[in-house]
């Protein structure tokens, strides 16, 4: 029994790895550009799907993975000049109407290219799982969650150890005083759809040789992406992370112990209870810093 | 409490104070507009033509058509209520839809229902599901109530898909009976076109009544400012609730008539996509207008229905993804474009809301205005 | 008529309102004074349950206010305007007032819908009685232009005739005199007095001094949240306590 729970929470932490980093996207973008970018997840899938292809054309992993990921940060940056610029200062609700027509359009021109068919990308390290406690743990988990390290860790030090990241960090402040310092507040923005694109992009690729990838996979990893966000309390990227996590778990545990049918449902049911009993967040008092 | 009777009777004297016109005829006067313009001759002709042209189209798709057109234009003539008078926003509503239908599906095939009966379930039993999910969703704004009913929408959703032994699961119910009124089976396109469209005339009636009166003025400050709604004694969050309620019973009964129609309900109608769609056509067509949604609704579908011509045309062998694809790029492209909504097609249709038109509330308030307290 | 025991409201541990106690008689124009961040605002959100108080009591003749909500405060006979005003701008001025007149109709929610088409008698008569109230206040002549296209001065007055149109007992006006010039101002005066002398109880903040000490019939000075005094124009006038606290500053503002 402890086994199962162990086994369940390994495979909780992997998924939730996947929403963390679809809420550390979300929430850098929200903070910064005042978007809560729905299309995050479709990045993810699009990402996964390019890098499969990529490689298919016999492309070695590494190089198509990084192809893949600098295609979808453009395309991330190409939807921010064409779509979310043009409407800045428009209500919140305008905006992610928006990115919920690019979202689903993305995942029509998916099904155009890719079709209906699950795809899967080989495991990046060889080598059968590890066992703790009798629970198995992939070597892909482990990639999965070093992923959610290296991107905490790489934004904390943008953040706090470069100009350009205490610029980004001064217009999500206040966005009229860092214009009068010179930051460019539409620079920064464009930059975080950009970053975002990556990040999904990269998710997106390491959970493939775990989840399989296919068309439609990114609209439910945008909405537990929001879910996770928001039980941070959507303007601190450490709760970000950490309600991915526990999102995960939960879901895992509900999946597992529960029902599978209503795995969906069990995000939803959070997402619901936050917001009608706590929407500043569960994790709102963990994090200070806005992003 | 009673205000002071000194004040009270000050108060009836304004009302025979000085010369004054009929108020009614005095507003409409200033705006310039008239009841017996050639508005009214363009709305008879529009009703003309929608009970002339089954009789003239010998086409069951044409028909087929319009009936989904009015179908959804009873749909969007709700959310219009609640978008662009109560200014909220709605992304979940597929979900009343398909309350509605699998309403009818479950009361006439598990429970044997008369068919009537089944239609008024369809009605009620969204209403009551709006009414205790309103409140406390009501009070969110704006990100949070979109994704607060978004999230309704997709748990209403996997519901559909989960409870098999009531739904039938993914694969949905079939063998719906005809809705049959009296002695008479609404069995063809033909007839059930007047039916549909009897109804959305009726709902457009009702609605036109009720932005052009006391609680149409009501909502329609409630959208403006919240702070001085209340301040006239308005209850805005009770008010919101009505307007949700009354939202989701016509987007049920608009389910509960497609049900009957199509005699067939599936998940597969009734997800996001679906509640998306409904927006864009509420968007398009200019909520806050009588003929908003019904021009939305017809533009929209017809939109769909000549993309999936035009496109094989253009791209052979294409399938529906392009569909998808500019479905999504439309909408986009709206949003960008005019996010307060085509407001300015809806004015090329007559202004035949009377007082409650004066202007679209706006499809998507800035909710920035009222964040502060005065 | 109104009568306020106590009345504290803090803002993140600063208190904005502290211990706040007055009386106003009935049929008496009754002003809050004070520098800016005195807390004047906040009585009023206070009073028409915008903010809920941390403490303290406030009653309208018997009946208490606190614990209901503006709604319930405004149907209870409390009417008031914005100092930044809230207009219903895309609704025409007409509209805007019998919008106000809101507790004085009674079609609801299914009675709007299921009736004969047109303007229903109820409105009608409310219409009319709008269009009275516009008369008094000189926008008559307006009664079909968007609220939100009218001068500021005049979105000021039709925000008035909007909190009068419910007939309220208890009339509060956040700074009806700020953006007004000195003729519309003199209107304003004029007209309040006409109001008072009709039976109406009236709470006015203002910054203009003059238009205080002309229709005010005692004034309550606030700073920091607290009552400094309490008196008649005249003793307002003299007392050094407010002078200090507040005309000193006079010269600055203006």
């Known amino acids: 029994m402890s086994e199962q729970l162990l086994q369940l929470l390994f495979s909780g932490l992997t998924l939730g790895s996947i929403y963390a980093l679809m809420a550390l996207a979300l929430v850098t973008t929200f903070n910064i550009s005042g978007v809560m970018n729905l299309a995050q997840g479709e990045f993810a899938a699009i990402g996964a799907l390019l890098a499969v292809t990529l490689s298919g054309a016999g492309i070695p992993l590494p190089a198509s993975f990084a192809a893949a990921v600098i295609m979808v940060a453009a395309a991330g940056g190409i939807m921010e000049r064409a779509a979310i610029h043009p409407a800045r200062g428009a209500s919140g609700l305008t905006l992610i109407l928006i990115t919920i027509g690019l979202s689903i359009s993305l995942r029509g021109l998916a099904l155009l290219v890719w079709g209906t068919d699950t795809y899967s990308l080989p495991p990046f390290s060889r080598g059968g799982p590890l066992f703790i406690g009798g629970a198995a743990l992939n070597l892909q988990s482990l990639w999965v969650m070093g992923l959610v390290a290296a991107a905490v860790t790489g934004l904390h030090f943008f953040l706090n150890g470069t100009y350009t990241g205490k610029a980004v960090k001064a217009s999500v402040i206040n966005r009229t005083g860092a214009r009068l310092v010179g930051i460019n507040v539409g620079t920064v923005s464009f930059w975080a759809f950009v970053g975002s694109g990556a990040l999904g992009a990269a998710a997106g690729i390491f959970i493939a040789p775990i989840a399989m990838a296919v068309y439609d996979m990114g609209f439910m990893l945008g909405i537990k992406g929001f879910v996770a966000a928001a039980i941070g309390g959507l303007n601190n990227a450490a709760g970000a992370v950490l309600g991915g996590l526990l999102l995960g778990v939960l879901e895992a545990y509900g999946a597992g112990l529960v029902s599978s049918g209503l795995k969906d449902a069990f995000a939803i049911i959070v997402l619901m209870s936050i917001l009608l009993v706590r929407p500043e967040g569960i994790l709102g008092a963990l994090g200070e810093r806005k992003i | ?374 | 008529m109104l009568q306020v025991e106590g009345l504290t409201k803090y803002f993140g541990g600063v208190a904005a309102v502290d211990h706040v106690s007055f009386t106003v008689p009935e049929g008496s124009i009754y002003a809050l004074i004070g520098p800016n961040g005195a807390g004047k605002t906040t009585v009023f959100n206070l009073i028409t349950g915008v903010l809920p108080p941390d403490s303290g009591k406030i009653s309208l003749k018997d009946c208490r206010l606190n614990g209901l909500n503006p709604s319930q405060i405004a149907a209870a006979g409390v009417a008031r305007t914005f100092q930044n005003l809230q207009l219903f701008g895309s609704m025409t001025v007409l509209e805007n007032v019998v919008t106000g007149a809101y507790l004085r109709g009674s079609m609801g929610f299914v009675r709007s819908m299921v009736r004969r088409p047109g303007i229903s008698p109820e409105d009608r008569a409310l219409m009319q009685y709008s269009l009275g109230l516009l008369s008094e206040v000189g926008l008559s002549d307006k009664a079909g232009w968007p609220a939100g296209r009218l001068p500021f001065g005049q979105q000021r007055l039709l925000e008035i005739a909007r909190a009068l149109a419910s007939c309220p007992s208890l009339l509060l006006l956040d700074e009806p005199a700020a953006g007004l010039n000195t003729g519309e101002t003199r209107e304003l005066t004029g007209f309040l007095k006409r109001l008072k002398e009709k039976g109406l109880t009236i709470i006015l903040v203002e910054h203009d001094m003059d238009t205080v000490m002309e229709v005010a019939d005692s004034i309550l000075v606030l700073d920091f949240g607290r009552v400094i005094f309490e008196g008649t124009p005249v003793e307002v006038q003299a007392n050094p306590e407010v002078i200090r606290a507040y005309l000193g500053e006079e010269d600055e503002e203006c």
């Open chain 2, 1 to 374: 409490m009673k205000p002071a009777a000194g004040w009270e009777k000050t108060c009836s004297v304004f009302i025979f104070r000085g010369v004054m016109k009929d108020g009614y005829e005095h507003g409409r006067q200033e705006r310039g507009v008239s009841m017996k313009g050639k508005g009214n001759y363009l709305v008879i002709a529009l009703v003309l033509l929608l009970f002339v042209l089954p009789l003239v189209v010998d086409s069951n798709y044409i028909l087929s058509v319009l009936i989904i057109m009015g179908l959804y234009t009873i749909v969007v003539q709700g959310l219009g209520i609640l978008m662009g008078y109560a200014g909220q926003v709605s992304l979940g509503h597929a979900a009343f839809f398909g309350l509605g239908a699998y309403s009818v599906a479950v009361l006439t095939t598990r429970l044997s229902w008369p068919e009537v009966f089944a239609l008024l379930g369809a009605a009620v039993v969204p209403g009551i599901i709006a009414a205790v999910i309103g409140r406390p969703t009501l009070k969110l704004r704006e990100l949070y109530l979109a994704m607060g009913t978004l999230g309704f929408g997709l748990l209403v959703h996997i519901g559909f898909n989960e409870a098999h032994s009531l739904t039938g699961g993914p694969s949905g119910m079939s063998g719906i009976p005809y809705l049959t009124l009296g002695h008479l089976v609404l069995d063809t396109d033909f007839k059930f076109y007047y039916l549909v469209w009897a109804v959305v005339l009726l709902v457009m009636l009702v609605i036109k009544n009720l932005t052009a009166s006391r609680t149409g003025r009501a909502l329609r400050a409630v959208s403006e400012s919240e702070y001085a709604a209340e301040s006239v004694g308005i209850d805005t969050a009770g008010l919101k609730l009505k307007a949700m309620v009354f939202s989701a019973v016509l987007a049920g009964l608009a389910g509960g008539l497609y049900a009957y129609y199509v005699t067939f309900v599936s998940p597969a109608t009734f997800g996001f996509h679906a509640s998306v769609q409904f927006v864009l056509m509420a968007v398009v067509g200019g909520p806050g207008t009588l003929a908003g949604p019904a021009a939305g609704a017809a533009l929209v579908v017809a939109l769909g229905e000549f993309l999936r011509w035009l496109i094989p045309l253009i791209i052979p062998g294409a399938g529906g993804e392009y569909e998808i694809i500019f479905f999504g790029l439309i909408l986009a492209v709206v949003m960008v474009l005019c996010p307060r909504g085509l407001g300015t097609i809806s004015s090329y249709f007559p202004r035949f809301s009377g007082e409650g038109s004066t202007k679209p509330a706006g499809v998507l308030p800035d909710i920035k205005d009222k964040g502060g307290i005065p």
